[in-house]
């Protein structure tokens, strides 16, 4: 009975809080995030990305108009870490060492995604992947939005909020 009682009182313990998933890393979340735990780390991995996707359509500046991506968006992502309130960036970082830092606002308020498939098939590292990020027409520049074209990011790698 005691056992029991222990296993049972572990697992709920373990279930509080964020969680991260366990699998291989596609993208790791850092910086202050986690309501109760700040600065814990979240993995995206691919059971992440499968269970949290969405498709939209985009015009991808270098792979042609009407792409249907699939991935996390940044304000879904942004719900599911829980940035503490002083949180003002979302800072994107690619393997190669490229950041992109976006207002936290915008990243709210646009569709902005960790995109992980095009039209069905998985990135490669070839056209952007594993990760990369896409962009609608509303957040491009010449809407006065917050992304250029050549901000479309490629191989990001983590995800720091701060």
Same mark, same amino acid.
């Given at each position: 009975?005691?056992?029991?009682a222990?296993?049972?009182?572990?697992?709920?313990?373990?279930?509080?809080?964020?969680?991260?998933?366990?699998?291989?890393?596609?993208?790791?979340?850092?910086?202050?995030?986690?309501?109760?735990?700040?600065?814990?780390?979240?993995? %995206? #991995?691919? !059971?992440?990305? +499968? @269970?949290?996707?969405?498709? =939209?359509?985009?015009?991808?500046?270098?792979? *042609?108009?009407? &792409?249907?991506?699939?991935?996390?968006?940044?304000?879904?992502?942004?719900?599911?870490?829980?940035?503490?309130?002083?949180?003002?960036?979302?800072?994107l970082?690619?393997?190669?060492?490229?950041? %992109? #830092?976006? !207002?936290?606002? +915008? @990243?709210?308020?646009?569709d =902005?995604?960790?995109?992980?498939?095009?039209? *069905?098939?998985? &990135?490669?590292?070839?056209?952007?992947?594993?990760?990369?990020?896409?962009?609608?027409?509303?957040?491009?520049?010449?809407?006065?939005?917050?992304?250029?074209?050549?901000?479309w990011?490629?191989?990001?790698?983590?995800?720091?909020?701060?």
């Amino acid at each position: 009975f005691v056992l029991v009682a222990v296993v049972m009182v572990a697992t709920l313990l373990a279930s509080c809080g964020p969680k991260a998933p366990s699998g291989e890393a596609l993208v790791t979340v850092k910086g202050k995030i986690g309501a109760k735990n700040v600065g814990e780390t979240y993995v %995206l #991995d691919q !059971a992440a990305f +499968d @269970a949290k996707s969405v498709e =939209l359509t985009y015009n991808d500046p270098w792979m *042609g108009d009407g &792409l249907k991506y699939k991935g996390i968006l940044l304000k879904d992502l942004i719900t599911l870490v829980k940035p503490t309130s002083d949180v003002t960036t979302v800072s994107l970082v690619a393997v190669d060492g490229m950041t %992109l #830092d976006i !207002a936290l606002a +915008d @990243a709210q308020n646009y569709d =902005l995604m960790l995109a992980r498939w095009v039209d *069905g098939e998985l &990135l490669t590292e070839e056209n952007g992947g594993p990760v990369k990020l896409a962009a609608p027409e509303d957040s491009k520049d010449k809407n006065n939005g917050p992304i250029k074209d050549e901000n479309w990011m490629w191989w990001i790698k983590s995800v720091d909020f701060k």
